[in-house]
């Protein structure tokens, strides 16, 4: 699985099996400013033999021993403010984020957009170090000159418990191949100092040319670009949690009509970001239901492009005991824009 590699050595120092730096550490809170100095020991690399092992199994036992590894007290990562560090030969890439106040909801949590926002970011980040990021976000300066881009196809998030305000998160990003015009990218996004996990990630992208708009299989120079950036592994989830099932869509409870998406909406590739069709989607969701649920997974299956332009319908369908909806998004007159599934859990009093 591809989170065990971050278990391996980075510059002689042992890491964890998320990817952050391990230290057996004493916290003093500075005189000022609240930030905490640590004491830090560092510890002799052991993990060789546990990695190889850990590498064979299946994917499901790979996470089941991620979930279930020994926890270290008073364990606490590394520079937390830091940017981001790559680990692992340029193939695992980890940065860290603060949950500011415009980053909550009405529930004083992070959105699900914000730590979409979060994955997003990490990942251009990833391959911006490994030096390949050229004159667009995400590509290549093999795509660059043959006009390609990277295009989200699916994505995939399931969500264990949100953070609050002032919450210190860290973005595990890994890419796996896949197919003849695809990647996998997988994240994990955790708090930087407990290692509690918030969330898992899995997503496909699929190429696609810039200016004729139709997909495009991998040409054989942006694969040797790409290649030595893979981890062969397992994606972190299984494919089939992934996978939409067939709905009607003449029978959706809740529809929202005349959305319109806003300039700022717009990505660097002049179509509505992945992220912007989230909130779109949602717009359907009664607000009754809103307040008493939280959302717990959500699926994306995106068919069509999207632009300023479009006067678009969000329709939602809810199951009888509540916990599962299926969601539509479509250019009014019929034009199928995305498709979606949200699992949702019961709010607790606060």
């Known amino acids: 699985m591809a989170a065990t590699s971050m278990m391996m050595l980075m510059q002689g120092r042992e890491v964890n099996s998320l990817g952050t730096l391990r230290f057996k550490s004493k916290a003093v809170p500075s005189s000022s400013n609240g930030v905490l100095m640590v004491r830090a020991s560092l510890q002799a690399p052991t993990m060789k033999d546990e990695v190889k092992t850990i590498l064979k199994m299946t994917a499901p036992n790979q996470w089941n021993k991620l979930l279930h590894r020994n926890e270290v007290e008073d364990e606490m990562v590394a520079n937390p403010f830091a940017l981001g560090e790559i680990v692992k030969d340029n193939r695992i890439f980890s940065q860290n984020f603060t949950i500011k106040s415009y980053d909550m909801g009405p529930s004083r949590t992070a959105t699900i957009e914000t730590l979409m926002n979060f994955l997003q970011e990490t990942a251009l980040n990833h391959i911006r170090n490994m030096g390949l990021l050229n004159d667009g976000l995400g590509s290549t300066p093999e795509m660059s000159e043959k006009k390609l881009i990277w295009v989200l196809s699916n994505m995939h998030v399931v969500v264990d ?167 539509l998004l479509r250019i009014e007159g019929g034009t199928v824009v995305a498709r979606g599934r949200t699992q949702w859990r019961p709010k607790q009093a606060n």
């Open 161 to 327: 418990h949100y953070p609050s305000w002032d919450d210190n998160v860290q973005v595990d990003n890994w890419f796996i191949s896949s197919g003849n015009n695809g990647q996998c990218t997988e994240w994990i996004i955790r708090d930087c100092w407990t290692k509690k996990i918030y969330a898992r990630a899995t997503s496909k992208f699929v190429m696609m040319n810039k200016e004729t708009r139709k997909l495009s299989r991998i040409p054989e120079g942006v694969r040797r670009e790409m290649e030595p950036q893979f981890l062969h592994c397992s994606p972190i989830m299984d494919g089939d949690s992934s996978r939409l099932p067939k709905f009607d869509y003449s029978r959706m409870e809740h529809v929202r009509t005349g959305l319109t998406p806003r300039w700022s909406d717009l990505d660097a590739n002049q179509h509505v970001n992945n992220v912007k069709y989230v909130g779109l989607m949602l717009e359907s969701v009664p607000k009754s239901f809103l307040k008493n649920h939280e959302l717990s997974g959500i699926t994306m299956e995106y068919r069509k492009e999207c632009g300023k332009e479009d006067v678009l319908q969000s329709l939602t369908d809810c199951s009888i005991d509540a916990d599962e909806c299926n969601h």
